[in-house]
């Protein structure tokens, strides 16, 4: 069964960068598209970025041209760095499992994906 394990969250001053980390155990991501979403606090889980399995990306267009996602299937690991940070970033983060190879043509949504990490909480104020 795959785990995913989100890190890399903390509290950061505004147009600051973070880089979030999700790394994989139970299967190998390169066979498979992963995503990135987000939940703010009384607000439904959105999706940020996806990755397919052939390097190709994803965004939301509240954060496309800030953030970017990757991979490095060596380590069984995906990454977002996250740029020029604003407090309308601020929420829990999760990286989730898609069984598919490829992204639905856009971050997607929950339903989307089949296995969830724990989050990472990101906070972007001064």
């Known amino acids: 069964q795959v785990q995913l394990v989100e890190s890399g969250g903390d509290l950061v001053q505004p147009g600051g960068s973070l880089r979030l980390s999700c790394v994989a155990s139970?299967?190998?991501?390169?066979?498979?598209?992963i995503g990135w979403f987000r939940q703010a606090p009384g607000k439904e889980r959105e999706g940020v970025s996806c990755?397919?399995?052939?390097?190709?990306?994803y965004y939301s267009d509240s954060v496309k041209g800030r953030f970017t996602i990757s991979r490095d299937n060596a380590k069984n690991t995906a990454y977002l760095q996250m740029n020029s940070l604003q407090p309308e970033d601020t929420a829990v983060y999760y990286c989730?499992?898609?069984?598919?190879?490829?992204?639905?043509?856009?971050?997607?949504?929950?339903?989307?994906?089949?296995?969830w990490g724990q989050g990472t909480e990101v906070t972007v104020s001064s």
């Open positions: 990755i397919s399995s052939d390097g190709s990306t």
């Open positions: 139970g299967y190998r991501l390169e066979y498979y598209s």
């Open positions: 989730a499992l898609r069984g598919w190879d490829y992204c639905p043509g856009s971050p997607g949504r929950p339903a989307d994906y089949g296995s």
